[in-house]
């Protein structure tokens, strides 16, 4: 079974441009949840969907990123403008609705903003 | 400030040795994940403890949640290279949001 699928897996980019990453979950999740990993903070939940609609978003550091849900094999997480301080590893994963289900994680979008 | 406290941070130890690694808070929460996670990776679970005072066993490795549902550890017998990696607990709540503390890298040196 195919397991989260994130895309690219490493992105190198010039500060103020636009980084888009995308993640496909597991078919059948109700939740998809998008996470930022820095060795100085670990790893941080920044927003997360259930069938499809945001239901928290208060991790998002700051106006310049969004997260989009228009289908249920489909998300996006955008910066705009980037900036270097965005650089680390982000992490989309996806659940089964039901409580103390396991969250199956993608490998990550190594970000670095130069 | 981590909502879940882990120790240590970092963890050398020789194959064949034991360990022991725990995860602390002082909120309650109903369930308790551990993950590991390899470079390169996402996190993969490992189990899941929900049961104040539960103990779950996985072949060497024992995992055990407080009986106050605030702390757990994750106790490794005869540790083996494989077991090298990034171990992650996370506390979960009832809005299936889970709280991730900092982690705990394990070296096991053959």
């Known amino acids: 079974d195919a397991g989260v699928i994130q895309s690219p897996r490493h992105e190198v980019t010039e500060m103020g441009q636009e980084v888009t990453l995308r993640c496909k979950p597991i078919?059948?999740?109700?939740?998809l949840f998008w996470y930022r990993q820095t060795m100085m903070r670990g790893l941080e939940l920044l927003i997360y969907f259930n069938n499809n609609v945001p239901i928290d978003d208060s991790g998002m550091p700051e106006d310049r990123f969004s997260a989009k849900m228009p289908n249920a094999s489909f998300s996006t997480l955008k910066i705009q403008p980037s900036e270097p301080r965005d650089s680390a590893v982000y992490f989309c994963a996806s659940s089964l609705n039901a409580g103390n289900q396991p969250q199956h994680f993608g490998d990550g979008t190594r970000l670095s903003i130069l | 400030t981590q909502l879940l406290e882990q120790s240590p941070q970092f963890l050398s130890i020789q194959e064949g040795e034991n360990l022991t690694v725990y995860c602390n808070s002082s909120?309650?929460?109903?369930?308790l994940q551990w993950y590991r996670q390899e470079p390169g990776e996402g996190p993969v679970l490992l189990v899941t403890v929900v049961t104040g005072g539960e103990v779950k066993k996985l072949k060497r490795l024992t995992f055990q949640f407080g009986d106050a549902r605030k702390d757990s550890s994750l106790h490794i017998t005869a540790a083996q290279p494989g077991d090298t990696g990034l171990y992650l607990c996370a506390g979960g709540s009832n809005d299936y949001k889970l709280s991730f503390g900092a982690g705990t890298t394990v070296t096991v040196r053959a």
């Open positions: 078919s059948g999740h109700d939740y």
């Open positions: 909120s309650v929460f109903s369930s």
